[in-house]
């Protein structure tokens, strides 16, 4: 068995030095390349800098997950959470329990509480789980086309094939079609359960995905295109395996060279730092909204209309605006993934504050990602224009808390407190 070197990265943290010959540089520029383009990032995630006498400087920016170069698996640690604290994966497992829409069983994380258990691992969990319960009824069959031919017609004439009809009248060409359990579905799932038994650490764990693959050794091994596997749907009752789906579609974007190549090895899970932290963020809120017999929503907002001149209205697009029973704005917040100095940036402030002075809302916070436990601060912003002062308070939230028990339902709790 093959044994991987591990590397660990904090996002925008300090950089580590390795020698040219420990890790496959082309490759890594390959993935990063890549990994830019599948999460729409402005910028290369990973920094490589050579500082000479055959080495380089690593550095990993607005993601977090793993990666494997080779033989090494780089792990970054987001920006939110202490890469001392053993637990960090696991913690990110639980926010990523809410950001991709519910289909990770947080219970996995529970049965692993406080232990330090790799991403594939767990996303080897989460489709283990999706599969015994979605397939327990068999899994989807669907109807292939195919060319034949033969002494009666069998479902359509095959005109393309109509020069070889008349040069043998006994032949009838035809398309039909056959029911097959050889479905996109079945493809995605056979070589995922290869990709990931090749990736896990426990052996039990590495058994039950080959014996998937075993049972579905009777379908195609190569999986289906990432834009044919995004197309697939499936029936009511067989929705358990969406969970096991969504491992499969992980698995082929971040397939790359080695998908390529047509090699069973796991090359990737990465996410948007930012896009993680604003949906968990939103999340959040509506928890502790819905407490308070509210509702939260995010959603375009005008800010002014062209009274003359050529160009178009004024919008922004606040992150959360809290509303009461009657749909009528209270609140309004935005998520921001930087770290809080001494006070907000102007810009951050304007932004909320101009959101807030539009929707008739005098409470308005910026939610701040933390490591440690941090009072929030209250500012008071007058109007010059006779309307009423705008209360914005700097929020930030021990995204730490969530290494202990009731840890998600401290931080609802917190927000729920500056919202009362």
């Known amino acids: 068995m093959k044994t991987h070197r591990r590397i660990r990265l904090q996002e925008y943290g300090e950089a580590v030095v390795l020698g040219v010959d420990e890790i496959d540089i082309s490759t890594l520029i390959e993935a990063s390349n890549r990994w830019k383009r599948i999460l729409g990032l402005s910028n290369e995630p990973f920094k490589i800098e050579n500082v000479g006498g055959g080495q380089i400087q690593l550095r990993a920016e607005a993601v977090t997950g793993v990666v494997r170069v080779g033989t090494t698996d780089i792990e970054i640690a987001p920006k939110f959470l202490a890469l001392n604290e053993g637990s960090w994966q696991s913690t990110l497992w639980q926010i990523l329990t809410v950001v991709e829409g519910g289909h990770i069983d947080e219970s996995i994380t529970s049965a692993h509480f406080g232990a330090s258990l790799a991403i594939p691992d767990l996303l080897a969990e989460m489709f283990l789980g999706s599969y015994a319960r979605g397939s327990a009824r068999g ?8 060319q034949n031919q033969g002494n009666c017609l069998r479902g ?7 020069g070889e009809w008349i040069s043998r009248p006994w032949l009838v060409p035809f398309i039909a079609d056959y029911f097959t359990d050889d479905s996109s579905l079945a493809r995605l799932l056979r070589w995922s359960a290869n990709c990931l038994a090749a990736t896990v650490k426990l052996p039990g764990r590495a058994k039950a995905l080959r014996e998937i693959s075993a049972s579905l050794a009777h379908v195609g091994k190569r999986p289906p295109h990432l834009i044919e596997a995004r197309r697939i ?14 491992v499969g579609l992980l698995l082929l974007e971040g397939a790359g060279v080695n998908h390529a190549r047509g090699e069973h090895s796991l090359s990737g899970f990465l996410w948007s730092s930012d ?11 509506q928890r502790a909204a819905n407490q308070h017999g509210m509702k939260v929503t995010k959603n375009e907002i005008t800010l002014g209309h062209i009274h003359h001149g050529e160009g178009s209205s004024l919008k922004t697009t606040p992150d959360v605006v809290f509303r009461n029973h009657i749909g009528k704005p209270i609140a309004v917040a935005d998520a ?3 770290i809080l100095g001494s006070r ?5 402030i304007y932004q909320v504050f101009t959101a807030g002075h539009i929707l008739g809302c005098q409470k308005a916070s910026l939610i701040y990602p933390s490591s440690n436990n941090r009072e929030l601060t209250t500012w008071h912003i007058p109007s010059g224009l006779g309307g009423k002062d705008i209360v914005l308070t700097a929020l930030p939230v021990n995204l730490m808390n969530l290494s202990m028990v009731d840890g998600q339902k401290a931080l609802i709790d917190a927000i729920g407190s500056w919202l009362k």
């Open 139 to 146: 899994l989807p069959r669907n109807y292939l086309s195919e």
């Open 156 to 162: 359509a004439f095959d005109v393309s094939r109509i």
């Open 233 to 246: 749907q499936l029936g009511s009752q067989h929705q358990g395996l969406e969970a096991a789906r969504l």
């Open 275 to 285: 896009k993680i932290y604003e949906n968990y963020i939103f999340w959040l809120c």
């Open 336 to 338: 921001k993934y930087k």
């Open 344 to 348: 907000p940036k102007a810009s951050d």
